[in-house]
Structures are given as structure tokens and as C-alpha cells.
């Protein structure tokens, strides 16, 4: 499969505890995306990637949030000190260039509980 | 700020019938667009993009309209089949060159047999 692959598909934590989520675009695509999905509505954009440069970061991603991708390759995007609002699904697509089309993994769904 | 809406939340079709999902923008900046279709607990799928210098695409069963004028695109699905069940979002890039999605709460379209 060389679709954008994401692990875990399901995290469940309690409040306060600390969470990362991994992120494997497709080979040889430069710009990697982390959006957030809540039940019923659309994604929002967090962030994105250029290889390892970090361009955009959304006002949803409080200082809570972090997102890393140290070697253009994988991504990670740690959530500290969890709270129930953070339950969501939590996306990464990637795209080969500037304004190509993003293709979407298949998600982290986070349980805060 | 700048929203993208869908103007019916539910559709259904019968098996066989053609569809039409429909999504008015605000941004009028924008020159990206595209259709994704998400399936219960998947992330979403592309199925077509169209940027503003085109006022219609079409795919296997698949076309999207662009009415720039009055800011409204459109995806119609010929010949349904239950695998077209599914929620569908519209999403735009906000501004030309813009890499991040804006989505809408998406249209649940549901194929009758």
C-alpha cells in the first residue's frame, strides 16, 4: 500500500496524560498536512510542512500541540496535557507539491477521556 | 471569516439515478477547489479538483461545475451505486497559492437500492 499511512488508528487517554500520533506520507511527497476532524463537521487545517520546514500553523494549534517532521520523511504531532476537547480525529495528508492534490490517510482517532 | 457551506446537509438517490451535491464558497479569492468523499471512520478521498480557470471537470462518473459568478460548485455522480454512500465535502484553498483547506460540514449522500 503507498497510501499515507497513520498510526495509532485509535488512542484512548485520560485527561492530562501526553499523546503522540505518527504520520507516513507518500514517497517522495514534500508537503505533509495535519488537519482535525470533530464528529459531524468538516476538517480543519493545524499545520503543514514544507520537507522538515514547519510554513503555517493554524490559532487551533495552542502551545499544547506540537508537530514535528525532522527529516522531511515522517511526521509526529504530540498533544500535552490532554483534555476532553481534544477528542477528535486527527488527519495527515500529503501532496507531491504546491497546490497538488492532498491525499489523506486514513486518521488517528483520539478519546480523551 | 471566509466559509465554505453545502447547501443540503442529507441527499438520497436511487440506486441508478444520477446526483447532485451542491456547495456555495465566499472566498472569492480562492482558485483551488475539490471533492472528497469520506466513508465511516476512513479519512477522505479525493474524487476530483477543478482551480478557477476551468468552469467544469469531469471524471468516471464523476463532473464538478464552477459557477465563479456566483460562487458555486457543484458534483454530480452518474449512475449511482451503493458504494457512493458516503459523506462529501467541498474544500478550497482560500487565496491564490494557498496550500491549507477550508471544508464544509459535508452532504450525507445516501444510495437507495
Known amino acids: 500500500d503507498t497510501g499515507v499511512s497513520q498510526d495509532p488508528r485509535h488512542k484512548i487517554t485520560k485527561r492530562g496524560q501526553n499523546v503522540t500520533f505518527r504520520c507516513d506520507p507518500i514517497?517522495?511527497?514534500?508537503?505533509l498536512y495535519w488537519y482535525r476532524q470533530t464528529l459531524g463537521q468538516g476538517p480543519e487545517f493545524l499545520t503543514y510542512?514544507?520537507?522538515?520546514?514547519?510554513?503555517?500553523k493554524s490559532r487551533l494549534l495552542s502551545d499544547r500541540f506540537s508537530a514535528e517532521r525532522p527529516k522531511g520523511s515522517f511526521s509526529t504531532l504530540e498533544i500535552q496535557r490532554t483534555e476532553q476537547g481534544d477528542s477528535a480525529m486527527y488527519l495527515c495528508?500529503?501532496?507531491?507539491?504546491?497546490?497538488?492534490?492532498?491525499?489523506f490517510g486514513p486518521g488517528t482517532r483520539l478519546l480523551v477521556l | 471569516g471566509e466559509s465554505v457551506g453545502l447547501h443540503l446537509p442529507t441527499l438520497s438517490v436511487q440506486e441508478g439515478d444520477n446526483s447532485i451535491i451542491n456547495c456555495a464558497y465566499s472566498?472569492?479569492?480562492?482558485?483551488?477547489f475539490i471533492w472528497y468523499k469520506q466513508e465511516s471512520g476512513k479519512g477522505p478521498q479525493f474524487i476530483i479538483d477543478?482551480?478557477?480557470?476551468?468552469d467544469k471537470r469531469q471524471g468516471q462518473r464523476v463532473t464538478v461545475l464552477l459557477n465563479k459568478t456566483v460562487k458555486h460548485l457543484s458534483l454530480q455522480i452518474a449512475a449511482t451505486q451503493p458504494g457512493d454512500s458516503a459523506v462529501y465535502f467541498c474544500a478550497e484553498n482560500g487565496d491564490f497559492g494557498n496550500e491549507k483547506l477550508t471544508f464544509g460540514t459535508g452532504t450525507r449522500l445516501t444510495i437507495i437500492p
Open positions: 472566498n472569492s479569492a480562492s482558485d483551488y
Open positions: 510542512f514544507q520537507n522538515e520546514a514547519q510554513l503555517e
Open positions: 495528508a500529503s501532496s507531491l507539491d504546491l497546490l497538488e492534490t492532498q491525499y
Open positions: 477543478i482551480r478557477s480557470n476551468m
Open positions: 514517497s517522495e511527497h514534500n508537503r
